[in-house]
C-alpha cells in the first residue's frame, strides 16, 4: 500500500485541523495537553461536539451513522485530534461494542443500541475480566442460568474501566460447563439499573477512580439482551478484543507524548546543559522514534486490511505488544526526565483549577502518575505474554 497522502487525503488533513481549531474546547486541550483528570462530563461533552459534526463513530457504516471514511482518512483524524491533545473517544459503546453488534447482533439490537451509543444516552463498560480470569479468560465463573424468559446472573467482574458511569455492561457469562471452557460463555448486554448489581469503585494509588469491581446477585437479563447464540460468546470475544487491541496501540498519542518529551528535554539543563544533548538520553529518544515510525506503518497496514474485510487476529496482537512497550518507554523517559521531581507527586495538581505551588517544571505533575498507571498497558486487554502466544500459535503454527 502507498504510505503517502493523497491530494485529497492533505485536503481532508486540513479540515481536519481547522475543524480541531474551532471546535475543540481550549479548556479540554489544555487539560489533556497538561495530564490533567478528565471528567464524565468533559468526556460526554467532546463525544457531543463530535456527534453533532457526525465524526464520533468514524469507523461505522454509513447506513449506522458512521463517516464512511477510508483506513487513511481515519487514521488522519485519530493522528490529528491526539496532536491537537483532544480527548480520546472513550472506546467501549463505540469501537468495541459496536463492531460486535453490527456483525453478530440482530437488527432490532443495532437500531435500539447504535443511535443511543452515538447520542450518549447510554454509556457502556466492560465485563470481561473477574478474579482468576484475566489473561486466562476463558475460565471466567459469572453464571447466567435460564429460567424461561430470562438469565439469571450470578458472579463478579473486576477492573471494569469507568463502570462507575456506565449505564449498560457488556458481558461474557457461563451459560454450559460442557466441553472446552471456550465453548460455554455467552455474549449479554445487562442494564446496570437492574436489582442484583453492585458497583465497588478501586481507588488506585494515585487517588484516582478509574476501575471497578463489579458483582451480580440473582440478577434478572431477559433472553433478548442475548448477542448471537447462546454458547457462541468465545467467538464475539475475541472479535470485540481484536478491535481494542487496535485501539490500544494509540500511534496518534504516542507520537503526541514524544512532541512533548522531546519539548521537556530542550528545557531541562543537567549538568549545564539540555538533557535532550545527554547522548544516553537522546540514543533513547531516537530509538523510540524509529519504534514509533515501524508501528505506525504496521498499523495502517493492519487497518487496510481490516477495511478490506479482514479480521485482524495476530496483527492486531503484535500491535498490542509495540503500542504499549511504546508508550511505556515514553513514561519512563519522562519520569527520568523529571529526575527528583517526579517523586513529590501531587494528586490535587492533577485537578481543573488547582492553584497550589507547583513542584518542578509544569510538566512534572502527572509524570510519576502516568509512569505508574500505564505499568498496566502491557496487561490489559489481554496480557503481551498472552500476546505472544496467540502470535506463535497464529503465524508459527506451533
Not at 493523497?6 to 481550549?26: D, G, H, I, S
Not at 465463573?141 to 449505564?167: F, P, S
Not at 494515585?206 to 476501575?211: I, S
Not at 515514553?330 to 495538581?349: C, H, M, W
Amino acid at each position: 500500500m502507498d504510505l503517502d497522502f493523497t491530494e485529497e487525503e492533505k485536503a481532508f488533513q486540513q479540515e481536519v485541523r481547522e475543524f480541531l481549531k474551532e471546535k475543540l474546547p481550549a479548556r479540554l486541550s489544555e487539560k489533556v495537553r497538561t495530564g490533567k483528570r478528565l471528567t464524565k462530563e468533559d468526556m460526554e461533552e467532546w463525544h457531543a461536539i463530535l456527534n453533532e459534526r457526525g465524526w464520533l463513530a468514524n469507523h461505522w457504516p454509513v447506513e449506522w451513522g458512521g463517516t464512511g471514511w477510508s483506513v487513511m482518512e481515519r487514521f488522519i483524524f485519530e493522528t490529528e485530534s491526539a496532536m491537537a491533545h483532544a480527548p480520546r473517544i472513550v472506546p467501549f459503546g463505540i469501537s468495541m461494542l459496536a463492531p460486535v453488534l453490527m456483525k453478530y447482533g440482530s437488527e432490532e439490537q443495532c437500531r435500539h443500541y447504535l443511535p443511543r451509543i452515538l447520542d450518549g444516552t447510554d454509556w457502556w463498560c466492560q465485563g470481561y475480566s473477574e478474579p482468576g480470569a484475566g489473561s486466562d479468560l476463558a475460565s471466567l465463573k459469572t453464571e447466567a442460568v435460564r429460567e424461561g424468559d430470562h438469565y439469571i446472573v450470578n458472579g463478579q467482574k473486576t477492573w471494569t474501566t469507568l463502570g462507575q458511569y456506565a449505564d449498560w455492561i457488556f458481558c461474557l457469562v457461563r451459560t454450559s460447563k460442557e466441553g472446552k471452557k471456550q465453548e460455554g460463555i455467552s455474549f449479554l448486554l445487562i442494564d446496570m439499573k437492574t436489582p442484583g448489581i453492585e458497583v465497588r469503585p478501586i481507588k488506585l494509588l494515585d487517588g484516582d477512580f478509574e476501575v471497578n469491581e463489579v458483582f451480580f446477585t440473582d440478577v434478572k437479563v431477559p433472553v433478548e439482551n442475548l448477542v448471537g447464540e447462546e454458547n457462541k460468546g468465545w467467538t464475539y470475544a475475541k472479535y470485540l478484543l481484536s478491535y481494542e487491541r487496535t485501539n490500544i496501540a494509540g500511534v496518534g498519542m504516542s507520537m503526541a507524548l514524544l512532541d512533548q518529551l522531546k519539548e521537556a528535554a530542550q528545557t531541562t539543563i543537567r549538568n549545564g546543559k539540555p538533557l535532550a544533548d545527554d547522548p544516553f538520553f537522546a540514543q533513547r529518544v531516537a530509538k523510540l522514534e524509529i519504534d514509533l515510525e515501524n508501528m505506525k506503518t504496521t498499523n495502517l497496514r493492519v487497518l487496510d486490511a481490516a477495511g478490506a474485510g479482514h479480521t485482524p487476529m495476530a496483527e492486531s496482537s503484535m500491535l498490542k505488544i509495540r503500542g504499549t512497550e511504546i508508550r511505556q518507554e515514553i513514561t519512563d523517559l519522562f519520569r527520568r526526565a523529571a529526575g527528583r521531581y517526579a517523586q513529590p507527586f501531587v494528586s490535587e495538581a492533577l485537578e481543573e483549577g488547582f492553584n497550589g505551588e507547583p513542584v518542578g517544571p509544569e510538566w512534572a505533575a502527572p509524570v510519576a502518575g502516568a509512569y505508574f498507571n500505564n505499568r498496566k498497558l502491557s496487561i490489559f486487554g489481554g496480557s503481551n505474554e498472552v500476546q505472544r502466544e496467540i502470535i506463535t500459535k497464529a503465524k508459527l503454527e506451533l
